[in-house]
């Protein structure tokens, strides 16, 4: 099969992934997705568990073209009680052409109509981030929209790509941006941001943004 045209013209140096399936049998038992894709592409994968499914797992995944120097899979707080699926926050240290280094970051919130998990896991998942010693590149599907109190602590520590940002969901005459790409304040220029018009990939339309560091 040949690489998925969305990443195959968008031929970005870094990917996060969110729903992606190691595995099960929804996507066959000797498929491992994010891997799979990352050969097609030339890239490292680094996939992180958020449940197990259908035999296998499913979760979130990080892709780099540049050399990998550390991977670490971290769990986020589901509340008691909610019934929210545990989430994750993948990253990967990785080294830059020119010796510098970055923390990719990839992680997908709860996906219940209240806010609550998404509230302590953004909480977590900027904790977690703001102590790192590396500039930072964080993306995801957060389940939620700027203005209210998830992106909101989003953007209490990090920089978006986007202000405005164009819609995300659905794929077909889409009306909510709830993917976003976020990065450690005054590390990066941001040189361009666009949703992609791409439907078969995903039932969210993929986000690129194109970064230049200032370190």
Same mark, same amino acid.
């Given at each position: 099969? =040949? ?28 498929? %491992? ?33 540049? $050399? +990998? ?13 909610? !019934?929210?699926? =545990? ?6 240290? +990785? ?10 970051? @990839?992680? %997908? ?20 981030? @703001?102590?790192? $010693? ?8 957060? !389940? ?12 209490? %520590?990090? @920089? ?6 164009? =819609? ?23 040189? @361009? %941001?666009? +949703? ?13 943004? +194109?970064?230049? $560091?200032?370190?």
């Amino acid at each position: 099969m =040949p690489l998925p045209g969305v990443i195959a013209e968008a031929k970005p140096d870094v990917v996060a992934l969110q729903e992606v399936d190691v595995h099960n049998s929804r996507s066959g038992k000797d498929l %491992h997705q994010a891997e799979e894709l990352a050969k097609r592409a030339g890239m490292k994968a680094f996939f992180a568990k958020g449940i197990d499914y259908g035999g296998g797992e499913y979760g979130i995944a990080v892709l780099s073209k540049y $050399p +990998v120097l550390e991977t670490k899979r971290y769990a986020l707080t589901t509340i008691a009680g909610t !019934n929210g699926e =545990p989430r994750a926050l993948a990253t990967m240290l +990785v080294r830059l052409p020119d010796g510098k280094k970055v923390l990719l970051a @990839s992680t %997908h919130l709860d996906a219940q109509r209240n806010d609550s998990n998404r509230i302590v896991q953004m909480r977590e998942v900027t904790d977690i981030l @703001s102590k790192q $010693p590396y500039p930072v590149i964080v993306a995801g599907d957060m !389940n939620a929209s700027a203005g209210g109190p998830v992106i909101n602590q989003l953007d209490a %520590h990090f @920089s978006r790509t986007c202000n405005d940002c164009a =819609p995300t969901i659905p794929v077909i005459n889409p009306r909510r941006c709830i993917d976003f790409i976020a990065f450690t304040k005054g590390k990066f220029t941001v040189l @361009s %941001h666009e +949703v992609i018009k791409e439907t078969y990939a995903s039932d969210h339309l993929p986000v690129k943004a +194109v970064l230049q $560091p200032q370190f």
